[in-house]
């Protein structure tokens, strides 16, 4: 997501507010859809969503299976995944789009945990198919025992519901080694790749990485 001259999401998000949040969420995941069909994904698509923009789950998901079925694109490989960043005041209300995202076959997903919103607690409760953790918790992960023990208790949970973890922001051999130990398996980072508007890493450019 860029602005019209090339700006950075945090410029985008600057510019969204209660009037507009529900087309702009509707227009991110319409665009999603058609970028990765058209570059020939054929692996998941991530898609942040804003909770507060989803009044109700069944509705705002329409537009989202007509794109999916307009460009050509597996409706099983979605993955909607809601930040901590985003401010989140109905645990229940997130809870429900979680189960009717679920119960229509597509992935959920917690991104930048330990960095906002999300406990234990709600981990247990809204049981998401894919964990993201923080890179706050990731970076210099090797030279930290806190950071280490937070995430062997995360896994440890995960593991227990089947939630599959990943790392973000990996960003040095050395905390890809950590990780490695601690037994993550899904990385995300700039030691892998940078993102690219409009463009897939494949995978001939990250291997040897790990």
Not at 10 to 21: C, H, P, Y
Not at 54 to 60: A, D, G
Not at 99 to 125: Q, V
Not at 166 to 192: H, M, N, P, S
Request: aromatic residues 10%; contains cysteine; negative net charge.
């Amino acid at each position: 997501m860029r602005g019209p001259e090339g700006q950075g999401a945090g410029w985008v998000f600057e510019r969204i507010n209660d009037d507009n949040k529900y087309y702009f969420d509707q227009a991110c995941r319409v665009k999603a859809i058609e970028t990765a069909a058209k570059l020939g994904c054929g692996t998941y698509l991530n898609i942040n969503f804003l909770p507060n923009a989803v009044y109700n789950p069944e509705t705002c998901i329409k537009a989202t299976i007509e794109a999916a079925d307009l460009y050509g694109f597996d409706l099983t490989k979605l993955v909607f995944e809601v930040t901590e960043g985003e401010q989140i005041p109905d645990k229940d209300h997130l809870n429900r789009i979680f189960r009717s995202y679920a119960k229509r076959g597509f992935k959920t997903a917690i991104d930048d945990y330990g960095s906002g919103f999300a406990t234990l607690d709600w981990l247990i409760e809204l049981r998401p198919h894919i964990l993201k953790l923080d890179m706050q918790l990731i970076r210099n992960i090797k030279e930290n025992p806190t950071k280490q023990f937070i995430v062997e208790e995360t896994i440890a949970q995960c593991e227990l519901q089947g939630t599959m973890v990943l790392a973000e922001g990996v960003e040095t051999k050395a905390e890809l080694d950590c990780l490695l130990g601690l037994g993550i398996r899904y990385y995300q980072g700039y030691y892998f790749a940078r993102p690219e508007l409009e463009k897939l890493i494949t995978t001939a450019e990250v291997t040897g990485l790990i």
